[in-house]
């Protein structure tokens, strides 16, 4: 039987041990069936979480966690999992929180900073109360909105949201969220390394990760993220394989059928897996284990009616 963990352990060995753990979006039954085959195939925990928009797309916060759990039993998944929330308002907290999702971060950072607190506490009391984790933002994350990034987060709030009890803190260090324009000046490293040394035991968290270079990443990386959100760059994977296989004609070959969704979305499924272990080896995520696994696909099933 498939079940969740929280993953505060996981986190706190990652800051300790200068590697990070990736947490990568789902939108779709595909898009989690590549997650799962990613951290199984790699060995390593896996936090798979759902925007509000996605979630709405997939049917809901309900069906998104069952979704998640079938295709866990489904697969045979042997890694930990955990289920988050990703950038969720304080009522969506709420609803995953009762849901039994394993992790939440409620993103209060465009409330005034005295309301942000009082809400996160609030949610960290109901969260901790459940064994759930809860993840709190400090400074506006860009949104591609110029090379500059969004705003810094500050390293006093930093201090006063760890000590409301937070699990992670989510940092505006220059990143941003989608793709980046060409002139970023890249992640201001100068404020995380104080928000680090003010937080010193404290998981931070690097939204917008998809596209930030290797070398910017693993210095982030050794200054204390152990956490990297990456969604942008598994959307342009896929983009880009099903792009090749439309432009291949591989659609048009009626005979073999390859205009079925379950061939034409094969492609760019495939593609999430591969750019996910990517990432995971930039990241230097610890195995739980040294087993070999890997996840059979039913290749007969694509032909089946």
């Not at 997939?58 to 039993?73: A, F, H, P, R």
Request: with cysteine; hydrophobic share 40%; glycine share 10%.
């Amino acid at each position: 039987m498939a079940y969740l963990v929280n993953g505060n352990d996981i986190f706190k060995a990652a800051r300790e041990n200068h590697y990070a753990v990736g947490a990568y979006n789902t939108n779709n039954l595909e898009w989690t069936r590549a997650l799962l085959r990613g951290a199984k195939e790699t060995r390593t925990p896996l936090l798979i979480q759902v925007s509000t928009g996605a979630a709405k797309y997939m049917g809901g916060y309900k069906t998104v966690k069952d979704l998640v759990l079938n295709e866990m039993n489904n697969m045979d998944i042997d890694v930990p999992v955990i289920l988050n929330l990703d950038h969720g308002d304080f009522e969506s907290a709420k609803e995953c929180i009762a849901l039994g999702y394993s992790s939440v971060m409620f993103d209060g950072h465009n409330l005034p900073t005295d309301e942000n607190l009082a809400k996160t506490k609030e949610i960290v009391k109901l969260a901790h109360e459940r064994g759930i984790s809860v993840e709190a933002e400090i400074g506006k994350i860009g949104e591609n909105q110029g090379a500059d990034g969004g705003e810094l987060a500050s390293v006093e709030d930093a201090k006063t949201f760890v000590a409301a009890g937070v699990d992670k803190l989510a940092c505006g260090i220059g990143n941003i969220h989608g793709v980046y324009p060409e002139g970023w000046t890249g992640l201001n490293f100068d404020r995380l390394k104080e928000i680090a040394e003010a937080v010193p035991n404290e998981p931070l968290v690097l939204h917008g990760g998809s596209g930030i270079p290797q070398d910017q990443i693993e210095k982030a990386i050794q200054l204390g993220i152990a956490k990297i959100n990456i969604n942008t760059e598994f959307q342009l994977a896929f983009q880009a394989a099903t792009r090749k296989y439309i432009e291949d004609k591989m659609d048009l070959d009626k005979g073999n059928k390859g205009y079925d969704p379950r061939k034409l979305l094969r492609a760019g499924t495939d593609a999430i897996t591969d750019s996910m272990k990517e990432m995971i080896s930039w990241m230097g995520t610890a195995p739980i284990d040294s087993k070999e696994s890997s996840v059979q696909f039913d290749e007969a099933s694509l032909n089946e009616e």
